[in-house]
């Protein structure tokens, strides 16, 4: 741990947001940056928009408005729908289209530095948002890169050294979506009836304004908040007509994890996952969303009556160590304030509500779901280059920090086996097993730290979507039985939730570009405290 990590620690656990910045570096090399300054003139871009991070005042609560980081933007050129406006702090909506090619002037106006990375896009290095590409205030970074990803749910949000968890936490990140020709045939429910919803926990004082007051305690499981926005809003409730939607769903969160389930347990229908549809629609009684994770569901409110309700609930479960402490506050907001927001914040044990959906008006037709959606190459062992070699990714905890593969971030260094040659496609093996893990935390410091070792943990890794070859559990029953039916292990991924003694195996291609590409927990306070690493592309 560096000194200037010990002195931020010690600093978090009692400053309040808004004086973080002048304080924290935000660069581990201020020194020798490459800035992608200017745009390169043979890049014929099809869609220009001018991205800024800034400050503003929202409404979010009744009363006050709230201090938060927004992205605001500005279409320059390219087709009026390529950027949506939300109310809120999130940013706008970027609607591309494969094919097209896309310039984003990204400006940072806040007082710390920054950088944005677009979570789920295959695209190169430094276009990627690589936390030593972060800018200074007034600076400017040209994003250039073609949209290779096919349709599906993306989405973008500040990747800065040791401030990710904060600078998403007070509203850096918005959504993207792409579309392209296999989806505009399948004539899924569009316009009104394609319904995003971003999904985050905040806290707040009394006055309204975020609260990231945490203990070392609270670091290493991650930020918990009391009450559950949706799209920057709480109490959310949405009218819908007696037909069929699209949801895109996203958990925006920076820790907690959703087990997201209808109401009236109706099963729920996903057609997509991080990066695309599905081959075709799958039915399950429940979906686990880890951070950064996203699923697209079906929404079929036909047969409903109008005046009637149907709720989007996060469902308890265990495998997960945030047990202890006060559950979310009754009603949301119910329990801000006192104790429940000092230790515990919030358990993931408890039931919620999401948002409600409330069914206002009648219509006689609705389109049908699909049979098939999209075609999808399954991988398997032989499209690997090297079936014999296996990429390992083994999650690990060490002096009060989870790590990968034994060590935390190095800004530009790799060890041997993170090199990746280019243009193949490799086998990984994700490896949480917390029986291993606990070499030094064990012997009674409290509950707190055999606790630890129970944590799941979303890992993500940047560049192409992978798919999941095998899901083993060590320690299957109990715990992990109130999980293990919300996996959707068909679908193209960039984010897999591994819990707490769970080997993954994942096949991911690395193809088109080198350089460095990172790979991390996307629990944003694991990232941050170093549980991330870079593969090296050559
Ligand atoms: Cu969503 Cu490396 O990030
Ligand atoms: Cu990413
Ligand atoms: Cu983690």
Not at 85 to 96: A, Q, T
Not at 378 to 394: C, E, F, G, W, Y
Request: some cysteine; charged content about 20%; proline content about 6%.
């Amino acid at each position: 741990m560096t000194n200037i990590n010990f002195k931020r620690r010690q600093f978090l656990q009692y400053a309040a947001l808004g004086t973080l910045s002048t304080v924290i570096p935000g660069f581990a090399i201020a020194e020798n940056r490459i800035i992608n300054k200017t745009p390169n003139s043979a890049f014929n871009a099809d869609i220009e928009i001018a991205l800024t991070a800034q400050t503003a005042d929202v409404p979010i609560l009744p009363g006050a408005h709230t201090h938060v980081f927004k992205y605001t933007g500005k279409l320059l050129k390219g087709p009026q729908n390529a950027l949506k406006e939300l109310p809120g702090y999130l940013g706008p909506i970027l609607n591309f289209e494969q094919g097209q090619k896309v310039r984003i002037f990204f400006h940072n106006q806040l007082t710390e530095p920054c950088v944005t990375h677009w979570h789920g896009m295959h695209v190169p290095q430094i276009m990627d948002g690589h936390p030593m590409y972060a800018i200074h205030q007034g600076e400017q970074y040209v994003y250039e890169f073609e949209v290779k990803n096919p349709a599906g749910t993306n989405w973008y949000h500040s990747h800065t050294h040791e401030l990710t968890a904060t600078q998403v936490y007070q509203g850096l990140a918005g959504l993207i979506t792409i579309t392209d020709e296999a989806e505009r045939k399948l004539d899924l429910p569009s316009g009104e009836y394609d319904i995003p919803l971003v999904i985050q926990d905040r806290s707040f004082t009394h006055g309204n304004q975020l609260r990231y007051l945490m203990n070392m305690h609270q670091r290493m499981r991650g930020f918990l908040g009391d009450t559950l926005l949706v799209n920057g809003q709480s109490d959310h409730t949405i009218p819908v007509k007696t037909r069929a939607y699209r949801l895109r769903i996203l958990n925006g969160s920076n820790s907690r994890i959703y087990k997201l389930a209808w109401s009236d347990g109706t099963p729920v229908t996903a057609i997509g996952t991080d990066g695309a549809l599905l081959a075709k629609p799958e039915t399950l009684p429940y979906v686990m969303l880890g951070p950064a994770e996203r699923v697209e569901l079906w929404a079929d409110f036909s047969g409903r009556k109008p005046g009637s309700e149907l709720t989007l609930q996060s469902l308890p479960y265990q495998g997960s160590a945030a047990h202890m402490g006060g559950g979310m506050g009754r009603g949301m907001h119910g329990g801000r304030g006192g104790m429940g927001m000092m230790d515990g914040a919030a358990s993931q044990s408890d039931k919620d509500t999401i948002v409600r959906f409330s069914v206002t008006e009648q219509v006689s037709d609705s389109p049908k779901l699909p049979d098939t959606l999209v075609p999808i190459h399954r991988l398997t062992v032989k499209d690997v280059s090297a079936p014999n070699s296996v990429v390992p990714i083994t999650i690990g905890m060490r002096h009060m920090a989870f790590n990968l593969n034994g060590r935390t971030f190095e800004m530009q260094n790799y060890m041997e086996r993170e090199k990746i040659p280019v243009n193949t496609v490799q086998r990984i093996k994700i490896s949480h097993d917390n029986r291993a893990m606990g070499g030094g935390m064990r012997g009674g410091r409290g509950g707190g730290m055999g606790m630890m070792m129970t944590l799941p943990h979303p890992i993500h890794i940047h560049g192409q979507q992978f798919q999941i070859l095998s899901r083993k559990q060590n320690n299957p029953g109990g715990a992990y039985d109130t999980v293990k039916d919300g996996f959707i292990n068909s679908g193209w991924k960039d984010t897999v939730l591994v819990m707490p003694g769970e080997e993954v195996e994942i096949i991911k291609p690395f193809k088109d570009y080198t350089g460095l590409f990172l790979y991390h927990c996307h629990n944003l306070e694991h990232e941050d405290m170093g549980m991330m690493r870079n593969f090296f592309v050559s």
